[in-house]
Structure formats: structure tokens, C-alpha cells
RNA sequence: GGCGCGGUGGCGGAGAGGCUACGCAGCGGAUUGCAAAUCCGUGUACACCGGUUCAAAUCCGGUCCGCGCCUCCA
């Protein structure tokens, strides 16, 4: 089977094309490095690193790039309120979001432009769009018009006279229209900046996108990605500065959305103030990132999910479960099984999958060959990555191992005398420590939990 | 106000005209000194009201409820 994508500009189904049969271009929206981020800023993440692993299956070479927005006004703001320098700002919480992703199993991309880096490029399109009269300057600042485009808000399907008609924010005075938005903005004294044709100053949020995708790609990639809230005005403008830029041709074919987390129904957020850092819930679940994985792609990628433990917990047996079947199992030379893939390619179907990787695990209780197709495929899916899953979190307080194995022995001896009183009493004072005892033909071996 | 998404068994969650996934939890049984794991069995759910159809959770119309975007947002 054929992998199928749902396109936010077509509102449709398609059958996946690239523009080149061996190699597959592929561009998410990443994250402006100034705090942690939270679970939902994480589903994209691990959605799209997901298809990757998809299409790295199906196609010869894959080129995955995720920016990362190093100069912003919040940036900023964090940088005059705590007094430490952008820099030292941005590359703490890059490397933050990094590691906290990987811990997730969703690994760097191929590429990871920064804003900074591009400066020159966001330069040049915005001198391009000038030119050739899609943009214009005024007080320092260029600003793209909207009207000058005439298919503008195909992707979000808005029109022009209804934006205007609901705006809520005041029209800036240096504006034309109400729709424009900044391509350049001016910077004071104490603000970070760039010299340009237009004054020193610093680019607006919408042009790395486009400069990024231009430099490493062309004119056009096969797949854009990002979560819903994008769509509008992120995505809308970007393809407006591409489009424009040139001559008219597509920024991306297929536009790909991820929905939202939601807590108690409504979508996580910083404003909400309803969110929890991917940083603090690794500290909750130690060791446990393909659970909080597993829980972000129980649900197809366009429906929300709902935020909560429980649904990490769920994750977490299902998963023990996985690992018990696929204890030493040998992978060599097994392909993951058609109806995994299948599930996957109709767009991402990850229940659907679930569902066949446990019809999988269903077999692999008394067939290798399954258990070695649940490992294969469960590894696509980005989980069983572990070989330390059992092994649990070692900490100062946790007992040694030494002194667990002393236990047991004298479990075991009080077993052999009938006195199960005793051997009770070992593995519940165990069991108060974390660690539970599993009685096995070859006689007791212990998980921490 | 404009545009859009959704309401499926106790919970999570696919499906999308007939074959009624899957997971978690529960219940009954097997096994076990106990426990875990495992195995067998067990649940006719699709917001509401009409309509189309031989047949609707799936199509059409209406109603109610929840959520989102229109401003920074994954």
C-alpha cells in the first residue's frame, strides 16, 4: 500500500507523491528555546518523528528539518528580566529540548537550522518581496501586504474581508492593511539587531520558516508539518512570503496538522496556565519515555488527546507486556509485518497499528516469529528501544542489590521450611521498597517498578 | 460574528452503510503456598429527534452539548 496524507490544503486524503521518488523532503515547525517545553509542544514532535521513521522505510533517503527560533521577543523579554545573555539562553534550552525529546525516542533531526544563522537570507527575501512589490517599509519596518497577494488564505481557508471584519487588535499605524504582517521590525538601543536596507532591527517570526526551507531545499519540499494553532497566520504567511518570493510556485505539496493535547478538554497551554513540562513528567515517570510516547500516539494525530497519568500508566503495562514477550528475541533479517505498515500509511493510523502490534503480541506467546515481528515493528513505532527497561531508577535510598539477593535467599529458605509466613513478609517488605519478586521455574528474580 | 472539529461500552480509542477493532479496568475459571506473569471465557457501545435504505454508529436534515482558530501559541 501507497502512503496516504491528509492535506490540510486540500482538505482531503491524498495518495503521497514526492517531487523525487528517492528522496523525500520533509520540514516541521520547532520550538522557541526560552523555557521547557510542555507535553503538547511535545506531540508534533513525536507525531513527525513517526512519519519520518515511516518514510525513511518506504523511500531511499529522507531529509527531516525542525528550526529552532532563537531571536524573539520573548526571548528577549526572558533575557532583560533574568539578566542572562540570549545566547546563554537559547543554548540552554535547546540542549533542554533536545535531551527531553530524546528521552521520548524522537531523535534529531537531520537538520536543525536557527534563526540566527539566517539572518542574511531573511534579509535578502524581504528585499525580493520589495522588488518585486508584495512588501513595502515604512518607520523601520517591512511589512508584507496581504492584498498584493490574490490567493492568500488558501491554506486556512479565510478570506481577506472576514479577517478584517473579525480583527480584535488594533491596526498598528505603520501598517497599509490590517492583514499585513511584519517581515522586518526596528530595534531600540537595548534590543538585539541586525543592520538592514531598512534600519537595524530583527526579522518577524514567519520569514526562517521560508528562508530555511529555500536555503536547504528549493523552492518546494514534499511535506510541511506543525500543530493546528499554525495553520493561522504561521503557515498562511509563510507560504504568502515563498509563494511571492517565487514566482508563484508551491512552498510545500502536503501540509500536515497535529491536534491538540488537551487537559480536562481544553488544549494545554502556557497562557492556561494547565500545563506540565516534559522535564518535570520524565521526573515523575523515570526511565518511562516510551510510555508518555506510546500515550502521545494512542490516538489518531489529528483527534486530541487528553492529557492525563492514567493514560501514561496504561501505556506503561501495555508496554511491560511487549517486554516480556520480547526478551531476547532475534531480529535479525525480520521485516515489519504489512499490516503494521499498512495501519501506518493511511495516514498515520497509530490505533489502528496498536491494534496490530498486539494482535502480534497476541501470537508471540507461543510463536517466535511473532515475537520477533512485535520487537521489529514495535521498534518503528519507536518503542522496545530499551534494554534497561526492567531495571528500573537506582537511587541512594533504593536498596542494593547485594542486600535484595540476601532477601531472597532467605526467602527461599524459609520457603523450603513451609514457613510462608516469613516469605510473605520478605516480599511485602520488598515490595514497600519498589521491587517485586517473581517466582519463576529457575527459582526468584526481582523488578524494580 | 466568521470559519472549523468532535460527541462510540466503566475508561482510552479505531472504524465509517451489512461481517459490530484494539487496549486498560472489571467479572468467572485454569495455574500458583502467596504474588506476578500467562491461558480460557465474559461486555451488542456509537449524544438526541426525524428521514433515506432490504439494512445506519456510519448517508441526509434538525436539536443539544463540548472544543478550537480568527492575537503569541505545537
Same mark, same amino acid.
Request: aromatic share 8%; charged share 25%; with cysteine.
Given at each position: 500500500?501507497? %502512503?496516504?496524507?491528509?492535506?490540510?490544503?486540500?482538505?482531503?486524503?491524498?495518495?503521497?507523491?514526492? *517531487?523525487?521518488?528517492?528522496?523525500?523532503?520533509?520540514?516541521?515547525?520547532?520550538?522557541?528555546?526560552?523555557?521547557?517545553?510542555?507535553?503538547?509542544?511535545?506531540?508534533?514532535?513525536?507525531?513527525?518523528?513517526?512519519?519520518?521513521?515511516?518514510?525513511?522505510?518506504?523511500?531511499?533517503?529522507?531529509?527531516?528539518?525542525?528550526?529552532?527560533?532563537?531571536?524573539?521577543? @520573548?526571548?528577549?523579554?526572558? +533575557?532583560?528580566?533574568?539578566?542572562?545573555?540570549? +545566547?546563554?539562553?537559547?543554548?540552554?534550552?535547546?540542549?533542554?529540548? =533536545?535531551?527531553?525529546?530524546?528521552? %521520548?525516542?524522537?531523535?534529531?533531526?537531520?537538520? $536543525?537550522?536557527?534563526?540566527?544563522?539566517?539572518?542574511?537570507?531573511?534579509?535578502?527575501?524581504?528585499?525580493?518581496?520589495?522588488?518585486?512589490?508584495?512588501? #513595502?517599509?515604512?518607520?523601520?519596518?517591512?511589512?508584507?501586504?496581504?492584498?498584493?497577494?490574490?490567493?492568500?488564505?488558501?491554506?486556512? !481557508?479565510?478570506?481577506?474581508?472576514?479577517?478584517?471584519?473579525?480583527?480584535?487588535?488594533?491596526?498598528?499605524?505603520?501598517?497599509?492593511?490590517?492583514?499585513?504582517?511584519?517581515?522586518?521590525?526596528?530595534?531600540?538601543?537595548?534590543?538585539?539587531?541586525?543592520?538592514?536596507?531598512?534600519?537595524?532591527?530583527?526579522? !518577524?517570526?514567519?520569514?526562517?520558516?521560508?528562508?530555511?526551507? =529555500?536555503?536547504?531545499?528549493?523552492?518546494?519540499?514534499?511535506?510541511?508539518?506543525? !500543530? *493546528?494553532?499554525?495553520?493561522?497566520?504561521?503557515?498562511?504567511?509563510?507560504?504568502?512570503?515563498?509563494?511571492?518570493?517565487?514566482?508563484?510556485?508551491?512552498?510545500?505539496? #502536503?501540509?500536515?496538522?497535529?491536534?491538540?493535547?488537551?487537559?480536562?478538554?481544553?488544549?494545554?497551554?502556557?497562557?492556561?496556565?494547565?500545563?506540565?513540562?516534559?522535564?518535570?513528567?520524565?521526573?515523575?515517570?523515570?526511565?518511562?519515555?516510551?510510555?508518555?510516547?506510546?500515550?502521545?500516539?494512542?490516538?489518531?494525530?489529528?483527534?486530541?488527546?487528553?492529557?492525563?497519568?492514567?493514560?501514561?500508566?496504561?501505556?506503561?503495562?501495555?508496554?511491560?507486556?511487549?517486554?516480556?514477550? $520480547? &526478551?531476547?528475541? &532475534?531480529?535479525?533479517?525480520?521485516?515489519?509485518?504489512?499490516?503494521?505498515?499498512?495501519?501506518?500509511?493511511?495516514?498515520?493510523?497509530?490505533?489502528?497499528?496498536?491494534?496490530?502490534?498486539?494482535? %502480534?503480541?497476541? @501470537?508471540?506467546?507461543?510463536?517466535?516469529?511473532?515475537?520477533?515481528?512485535?520487537?521489529?515493528?514495535?521498534?518503528?513505532?519507536?518503542? *522496545?528501544?530499551?534494554?534497561?527497561?526492567?531495571?528500573?531508577?537506582?537511587?541512594?535510598?533504593?536498596? +542494593?542489590?547485594?542486600?535484595?539477593?540476601?532477601?531472597? $535467599?532467605?526467602?527461599?529458605?524459609?520457603?523450603?521450611?513451609? &514457613?510462608?509466613?516469613?516469605?510473605?513478609?520478605?516480599?511485602?517488605?520488598?515490595?514497600?521498597?519498589?521491587?517485586?519478586?517473581?517466582?519463576?521455574?529457575? !527459582?526468584?528474580?526481582?523488578?524494580?517498578?
Amino acid at each position: 500500500m501507497k %502512503l496516504r496524507i491528509y492535506n490540510t490544503l486540500t482538505r482531503r486524503k491524498e495518495d503521497f507523491t514526492p *517531487l523525487n521518488p528517492d528522496h523525500v523532503t520533509i520540514y516541521v515547525c520547532g520550538p522557541t528555546v526560552y523555557n521547557y517545553a510542555h507535553v503538547g509542544n511535545a506531540r508534533p514532535v513525536v507525531v513527525f518523528d513517526l512519519l519520518v521513521r515511516l518514510l525513511r522505510h518506504d523511500y531511499k533517503r529522507v531529509t527531516y528539518a525542525r528550526n529552532i527560533t532563537d531571536i524573539d521577543d @520573548k526571548i528577549i523579554e526572558a +533575557s532583560q528580566e533574568s539578566g542572562v545573555s540570549i +545566547s546563554q539562553i537559547t543554548e540552554k534550552y535547546a540542549r533542554i529540548y =533536545e535531551a527531553d525529546m530524546a528521552a %521520548l525516542n524522537a531523535g534529531p533531526p537531520d537538520l $536543525t537550522p536557527k534563526a540566527t544563522d539566517y539572518i542574511d537570507q531573511m534579509i535578502a527575501m524581504t528585499g525580493t518581496l520589495i522588488d518585486k512589490g508584495y512588501a #513595502y517599509k515604512k518607520d523601520g519596518h517591512a511589512l508584507f501586504s496581504v492584498p498584493s497577494m490574490s490567493n492568500y488564505g488558501e491554506l486556512s !481557508g479565510r478570506k481577506l474581508d472576514e479577517m478584517i471584519a473579525g480583527a480584535r487588535v488594533d491596526v498598528a499605524s505603520y501598517k497599509k492593511d490590517a492583514a499585513d504582517f511584519i517581515l522586518w521590525k526596528p530595534s531600540t538601543e537595548t534590543q538585539p539587531g541586525w543592520d538592514s536596507p531598512w534600519g537595524r532591527g530583527r526579522p !518577524g517570526w514567519h520569514l526562517e520558516c521560508s528562508c530555511m526551507i =529555500e536555503d536547504n531545499f528549493g523552492d518546494t519540499i514534499d511535506i510541511h508539518g506543525g !500543530g *493546528l494553532d499554525l495553520i493561522f497566520p504561521h503557515h498562511e504567511n509563510e507560504i504568502a512570503q515563498s509563494r511571492c518570493a517565487h514566482g508563484g510556485i508551491a512552498l510545500a505539496n #502536503y501540509w500536515m496538522h497535529n491536534g491538540y493535547l488537551t487537559v480536562d478538554g481544553e488544549k494545554m497551554s502556557k497562557s492556561l496556565g494547565n500545563f506540565i513540562t516534559v522535564h518535570d513528567l520524565l521526573e515523575e515517570f523515570p526511565g518511562r519515555g516510551e510510555a508518555i510516547r506510546m500515550n502521545l500516539l494512542s490516538a489518531h494525530y489529528r483527534q486530541p488527546v487528553d492529557f492525563s497519568h492514567d493514560g501514561i500508566r496504561q501505556a506503561q503495562k501495555q508496554l511491560d507486556r511487549w517486554y516480556r514477550l $520480547t &526478551d531476547g528475541v &532475534d531480529t535479525d533479517g525480520v521485516k515489519v509485518p504489512n499490516a503494521v505498515l499498512d495501519a501506518l500509511r493511511d495516514d498515520l493510523n497509530t490505533p489502528k497499528a496498536l491494534a496490530e502490534l498486539n494482535s %502480534l503480541a497476541k @501470537k508471540a506467546v507461543n510463536d517466535d516469529g511473532a515475537a520477533s515481528q512485535l520487537k521489529v515493528a514495535a521498534n518503528l513505532f519507536g518503542v *522496545l528501544e530499551q534494554d534497561d527497561w526492567f531495571d528500573g531508577i537506582v537511587d541512594d535510598s533504593a536498596l +542494593s542489590e547485594m542486600a535484595i539477593g540476601k532477601l531472597i $535467599t532467605e526467602r527461599a529458605e524459609a520457603k523450603k521450611n513451609k &514457613d510462608f509466613a516469613r516469605a510473605d513478609d520478605i516480599r511485602n517488605q520488598l515490595s514497600e521498597q519498589g521491587i517485586s519478586l517473581l517466582d519463576g521455574p529457575e !527459582g526468584t528474580s526481582w523488578e524494580r517498578r
